[in-house]
């Protein structure tokens, strides 16, 4: 059972390129989450998906896009990189509507130059 | 809108050396309070959830408890596996499953 994988663990951008971190979950879960975490800042949500299908805005979304075409997988779009997105991002997945333990991946290291 | 303040930003205990951290929460109808622990490039750990003021929850040596205002993460005793950034997490009446987070702890503990 691997639970929460992200993919890459590490990548550098230019400015102005795009990319999109990978993340999957094999629990079967239905909500999925995109954090960021910056130094001293605390994690912050970016966007976050009931479902299939169904996808919205968190916390700090201007910058990223999400597509929810599976249960299984929730990528995360970065257009036009800025210096402001360098940060460590993490998915994180919950099965129910009550809140219980959010599952987080390890990370995706991101730096834009 | 939810807050979260976690004090002390880093704490440095010798071993056996008890202490607690804090977590300061505002928030429009608390669901939960969450508490997850951090290793150096890794995602948060679920540690705890506490739902309601009153509640306590023990895990070796930890101890989570809740007031109306505040949650402490109490370590007993602690060993240098310990150290770690502890994080406090809470959910409003908002909805989503969504987390506000605070900033976290940082805990070293030596030898």
């Known amino acids: 059972n691997a639970g929460v994988t992200q993919t890459p663990k590490f990548r550098i951008l230019k400015i102005g390129q795009s990319m999109t971190l990978q993340c999957t979950q094999d629990m079967n879960h239905n909500y999925m989450y995109w954090y960021r975490q910056d130094p001293g800042m605390g994690l912050k949500l970016i966007y976050y998906s009931v479902g299939a299908g169904i996808t919205d805005k968190g916390e700090v979304p201007n910058g990223y896009n999400v597509s929810r075409s599976t249960t299984e997988d929730f990528p995360l779009r970065l257009e036009l990189a800025a210096p402001s997105q360098t940060s460590v991002y993490f998915c994180?997945?919950?099965?129910?509507?009550?809140?219980?333990?959010?599952?987080f991946g390890s990370g995706t290291q991101l730096s834009v130059l | 809108e939810d807050q979260v303040t976690q004090s002390p930003e880093a704490l440095r205990l010798q071993e056996g050396e008890s202490s607690s951290l804090n977590c300061s929460y505002t928030?429009?109808?608390?669901?939960?309070l969450f508490w997850y622990r951090q290793d150096p490039g890794k995602g948060p750990e679920f540690l705890f959830t506490?739902?309601?003021a009153g509640e306590e929850k023990e895990k070796e040596r930890l101890k989570a408890t809740l007031t109306k205002k505040e949650s402490f993460l109490h370590i007993t005793a602690p060993k240098p596996e310990d150290s770690a950034t502890y994080l406090c997490a809470v959910e409003g009446v908002g909805g989503g499953n969504k987390l506000t987070f605070g900033t976290g702890t940082q805990l070293k503990v030596e030898l």
């Open positions: 506490l739902y309601s």
């Open positions: 928030v429009s109808g608390l669901r939960g």
């Open positions: 994180a997945s919950i099965q129910g509507q009550r809140s219980e333990k959010l599952f």
